[in-house]
């Protein structure tokens, strides 16, 4: 069966402080892996990841994918407090039009 | 455009209602994808359209729950009857080439009582 495992659950900071969120998977035919952040309301969109070792980078957020080991590993560096939020990783498989969610990380960053 | 449309934004209501929750997905999209998100389960993806016929609804949790989709501008989701246990915020995405392009609903928030 499909999954995605995502840790810490939860990751209390402060401003200033580098944090990495963990994401490993397991899912049949892997086509890509994506980032979400989630405030208050929908999730929004921050990362496709297709192709193993490359790094996709914004502003002061990046993330890689292992495809060998299954995981990808969401960096934020001089978290500020607009970064709390939930984050969401997702994994497609070729044979679907579906993504399977991970349970999130909840980020709170205090001043 | 105004993104994907959901209402009502909240709905509070007795166990053992109708519940009914719409969505107006962005213009020329042709998927449309139901979640269902709580704290234990997460995000989790109920069932999805594209072009207005209904592809997977393996995510529906039981018979209680049906979703329609008439036409490529509205989709419904239904809970007949409600229970306590369907208290989730309720999202809809839209997409034009799949679930890796989705922009979600702002979600309907239900309490069931």
């Known amino acids: 069966e499909d999954k995605v495992v995502q840790s810490p659950l939860s990751l209390v900071v402060h401003e200033g402080d580098t944090v990495t969120l963990n994401c490993s998977y397991e899912?049949?035919?892997?086509?890509?892996l994506l980032w979400y952040k989630q405030e208050k309301k929908a999730p929004t969109f921050l990362f496709m990841l297709?192709?193993?070792?490359i790094e996709k980078k914004s502003g002061r957020l990046s993330s890689i994918l292992d495809k060998k080991e299954l995981f990808s590993i969401l960096n934020i560096t001089a978290t500020q407090t607009g970064d709390s939020a939930v984050y969401l990783c997702?994994?497609?498989?070729?044979?679907?039009?579906?993504?399977?969610f991970g349970t999130g990380t909840r980020l709170q960053v205090f001043p | 455009d105004a993104g994907v449309i959901q209402s009502p934004r909240h709905e509070v209501t007795e166990m053992g209602q109708e519940v009914t929750l719409r969505c107006k997905p962005i213009?020329?999209?042709?998927?449309l994808f139901w979640y269902r998100q709580t704290m234990m389960r997460g995000l989790e993806l109920l069932i999805y359209?594209?072009?207005?016929?209904?592809?997977?609804d393996s995510g529906m949790p039981e018979d209680r729950f049906s979703a329609k989709m008439p036409n490529a501008s509205f989709s419904t989701l239904k809970i007949q009857p409600s229970e306590p246990r369907d208290s989730a915020v309720y999202f809809c995405?839209?997409?034009?080439?799949?679930?890796?392009?989705?922009?979600f609903g702002p979600g309907t928030r239900l309490l069931v009582l």
């Open positions: 995405a839209s997409s034009q080439t799949g679930p890796e392009t989705q922009y």
């Open positions: 899912v049949t035919n892997f086509r890509s």
């Open positions: 297709t192709s193993s070792g």
């Open positions: 997702a994994v497609e498989g070729y044979n679907t039009d579906k993504l399977i």
């Open positions: 213009s020329g999209h042709d998927y």
């Open positions: 359209f594209n072009n207005n016929v209904p592809i997977d």
